[in-house]
């Protein structure tokens, strides 16, 4: 397993590159809606979100610098993890899903920084599965970290993305109402199925909000990203600029 060795130098580096060059040149909005703190730190908060892009991490990443006080650790695939190791360097820490012995090792670490009072992220569906797969697909890591850390908060994230009136790509991450209660009253399968239940009733109604917008941010929505000028806007300028030159000579 790969643990986290966060660096504030190379949080504050990362996070103006992630934003000014990775971000703004692939999206054209990213808004939020909803409290990415449920709890203050000192409060383990474990943060449940659906998978369906390479970029839900740095979008997830983006909004943490941007909106939260707390500080998280996210959970990712150790493959990923050894090709771009500097992630630790902003508190990622790694999985081995082939190995048993690497399971338990970052189930381990997780509950230890749970223990802590950190917030740590989890992508439970395991694997990147389409936006609109239907049912969602829950490992049964959440369910054993609850087990260990009762007096954790679930926090439920859907992240959803969509294409519309512009070239680059809108996404939005909905954090939900948080869950607290006594986790130990169920067993570990009938845990991990409840909270599969909620993730996916709040994606359904995450899309249903995206879909009510019409390409138009969705009420309330708090924006992320200033963005630059998408190639349609670009274009709109332009043309604009051409349609005033033209008029002002009596054309």
Not at 129 to 136: A, D, I
């Amino acid at each position: 397993m790969i643990a986290s060795d966060t660096s504030r130098w190379f949080k504050w580096v990362f996070s103006h590159y992630n934003e000014r060059y990775l971000l703004q040149r692939q999206f054209h909005a990213i808004d939020m809606l909803g409290d990415i703190d449920p709890a203050p730190q000192g409060r383990p908060v474990l943060y449940m979100m659906n998978h369906s892009s390479w970029w839900d991490g740095l979008i997830v990443y983006h909004a943490i610098v941007r909106d939260s006080s707390r500080e998280h650790f996210m959970m990712m695939d150790e493959r990923q993890m050894s090709r771009y190791r500097f992630f630790r360097k902003i508190g990622a820490f790694s999985i081995d899903k082939t190995s048993n012995r690497g399971l338990i090792e970052s189930l381990h670490y997780s509950e230890q920084l749970l223990k802590q009072g950190h917030g740590v992220w989890l992508f439970p569906q395991g694997d990147i599965q389409h936006l609109e797969h239907r049912p969602l697909q829950f490992q049964n890591g959440i369910g054993y970290l609850l087990e260990r850390c009762p007096e954790a908060i679930v926090q439920p994230v859907t992240a959803y993305y969509s294409l519309g009136l512009h070239h680059k790509a809108d996404v939005s991450l909905l954090f939900g109402s948080h869950i607290q209660q006594d986790w130990l009253i169920e067993n570990r399968k009938h845990r991990t199925a409840r909270l599969r239940s909620r993730l996916e009733q709040q994606l359904n109604d995450h899309r249903d909000l995206v879909i009510d917008a019409n390409g138009e941010a969705i009420v309330g929505a708090r924006s992320l990203l200033q963005t630059t000028r998408s190639t349609n806007e670009k274009y709109d300028a332009w043309k604009n600029g051409v349609a005033k030159w033209t008029s002002f000579f009596g054309r």
